[in-house]
């Protein structure tokens, strides 16, 4: 229960933060308690009626018998991080439908949990916006067959894309991505399963999905936008992760934070867009790319020849990509 209290604690130092009255304090107090609240009943059910958890620990009943959230989480990691790559050198076969993803699950998820490959029996729910106290509720359980039908037999109506140009798959594998993950048809491990069930597809195409350049703030962001219908951010990711020389300018940066030691996986990392304006500070380069911060905290890769002079780290700058 760790984390929940450490949730509610960092809610309530919000409330402080905001200054104001002790009055107008408590009330915010309240209010955030409130959402908290909302956050602990219906995103995260940790009680007898969700019989994937342990009563116990709190934590998902699994093979290890882990009874800790960071012990299950880094065993969890380790066995299907090395199940992905094998997964990768000897693809699953199947007919992209609901089964097919279920194998996949079933193969990564295996040495984790029992119920590795089935469907979920419960409700769930996750916070999108904890200030906000916005919730994304998932496809009910009752559903899920019949919704995931629905998708795979459109995928199967056209082709399994096949035979398309370069950005009109992204466009339509992004799609096909974020209403699986509105599904969310797993207890846990959903953007896993699905990231190597995409990968396949494309594969089975001639087209790489380089998720490896993906930050998971990015993915975060992506995936919560497109669950509530808009899904600009994901396709704008896919095309990107397409596109060899996208990649390629990502790759460089992230290799030039890692020997910083940056956590670049917890902010958003995206290349800059041809024809848009950008304003932000300047961070460093690499090569013909330069990266920098915008006023969202965001990091953006774009190219030096941009620039209408060189900037030196921290500098304000502005300009517009090619």
């Not at 880094?74 to 990768?88: F, T």
């Not at 096949?162 to 974020?178: C, T």
Request: hydrophobic share 40%; aromatic share 10%; proline share 2%.
């Amino acid at each position: 229960m760790d984390w929940l209290d450490k949730t509610k604690s960092v809610l309530i130092g919000k409330a402080y933060e905001l200054g104001g009255s002790q009055l107008a304090q408590q009330a915010e107090i309240e209010n955030l308690q409130k959402i908290w609240s909302r956050v602990y009943n219906e995103c995260y059910p940790r009680s007898m009626s969700d019989p994937y958890i342990d009563p116990q620990s709190g934590v998902l009943r699994n093979r290890f018998g882990l009874a800790d959230q960071k012990s299950l989480d880094l065993a969890e990691a380790n066995s299907v991080s090395v199940r992905s790559i094998l997964l990768q050198l000897n693809p699953l076969k199947g007919n992209f439908d609901s089964e097919h993803l279920k194998a996949i699950h079933a193969y990564l998820f295996r040495d984790v949990y029992e119920w590795a490959g089935q469907f979920r029996t419960i409700a769930l729910a996750k916070a999108e916006d904890v200030r906000g106290g916005r919730i994304i509720r998932f496809t009910p359980p009752d559903l899920i067959e019949r919704e995931l039908k629905h998708v795979f037999d459109e995928l199967a109506d056209e082709h399994f894309l096949e035979g398309l140009p370069r950005r009109e798959f992204a466009r339509k594998i992004a799609a096909l991505f974020s209403e699986i993950n509105r599904i969310h048809p797993f207890r846990e491990g959903n953007g896993r399963a699905q990231r190597q069930f995409v990968r396949q597809l494309a594969d089975s195409l001639g087209f790489k999905l380089h998720f490896e350049v993906v930050s998971k703030e990015r993915l975060i962001q992506a995936s919560i936008l497109s669950a509530n219908g808009d899904v600009a951010m994901m396709e704008r990711l896919f095309d990107e992760i397409t596109d060899t020389e996208r990649i390629q300018s990502l790759a460089k940066v992230i290799a030039h934070l890692e020997r910083g030691q940056f956590k670049w996986n917890d902010v958003y990392l995206a290349t800059t867009t041809s024809g848009r304006s950008y304003a932000g500070t300047f961070a460093g380069s690499d090569g013909a790319n330069f990266f920098f911060r915008d006023d969202e905290n965001r990091i953006l890769v774009g190219n030096l020849k941009d620039l209408k002079r060189a900037a030196e780290s921290g500098e304000k700058i502005s300009f517009t990509a090619s």
